[in-house]
């Protein structure tokens, strides 16, 4: 797994507080995670200040899942 | 009761009577202030008054960009937001039949869209934080309504709709969202009036005389508390009985 992937799962591991294994490429942070729609603003700011990156809110809504975060991320960083 | 120490808050329009009451109490109980207002001179005033813990952040709630920047610079100055007090307020009065766009749309800018983007641009800080107090300075006539200002109603109303709906989406970060509602309250505004019109004022209020700033500002004091950590989407309404809401 690639560093970008390792630090998204630890920042959903932390917020969260799911199992480690729980969190998969195809993961929904609400459907599967049990995330509220506050946490997926906070874990979008969560990966912003880790990556040192912008996630404008219109790509915010476009991360569902682990794989779509991770997807993004590295494509932006 | 109502310990500060070691928070930080950021008042808009602090060079106004109220506004500089809410400073007073909100700093006599510990806090760091930000003194925001259009007009730096009593602004200077008032932290040369109050001394340490004081910072002046002069902002005009016109200017969008000025808006946008004043969070941050409120957080550079003081470290972060802890407390937000939108207090600013400007009207524009004249009979509805008359209004121009112009005059509606002023009132709305400053009163409604600065305080949404000013409690927009501090809640990133506050989740964080797991704490955050807003306090958001409505009217009586938000609620009640007043012949030439429906301007100033609408957005003093959208306060209270708009701070009831972020004080649902934030309160599981123990963040409070709540407004505070004042009647006639003795400041420059009010002084102009002659005294005729005071009494005219005065007999429709139960308590038969007009508030004092210092009143608004024990109100905010609680909200901003930690002793008011349970109240939320509330309005607090100080205004001697004149509408009992």
Known sequence: MSDVADRVKKIVVEHLG?????????ASFIDDL?????????????????FGIEIPDDAAETIQTFGDAVKFITEAS | MFDLTGKTALITGASGGIGGAIAK????????????????????????????????????????EAVAELPKQAAEAMGGVDILVNNAGITRDNLFMRMSDEEWQQ???????????LCKGVLRGMMKARWGRIVNISSVVGATGNPGQGNYAASKAGVIGMSKSLAYEVASRGITVNAVAPGFIATAMTDKLTDEQKSKINAQI???????????????????????AYVTGATLHVNGGMAML
């Open chain 2, 206 to 228: 139960p308590a038969g005389r007009m508030g004092q700033p210092d009143e608004i500002a024990a109100a905010v004091l609680y909200l901003a508390s930690p002793e008011a």
């Open chain 1, 34 to 50: 049990g995330a509220d729609s506050l946490d997926t603003v906070e874990l979008v700011m969560a990966f912003e200040e880790e």
């Open chain 2, 107 to 117: 009132v709305l800018d400053v009163n409604l869209t600065a305080t949404f983007k």
């Open chain 2, 25 to 64: 109490a909100l700093h006599g109980a510990g806090a760091t202030v930000g003194l925001s207002g259009t007009r730096t001179e009593p602004l200077e005033a008032l932290a040369a008054e109050l001394g340490e813990r004081a910072h002046v952040l002069p902002c005009n709630l016109s200017d969008a």
């Open chain 1, 18 to 26: 799911v199992e480690e294994d729980k969190v998969t490429e195809s």
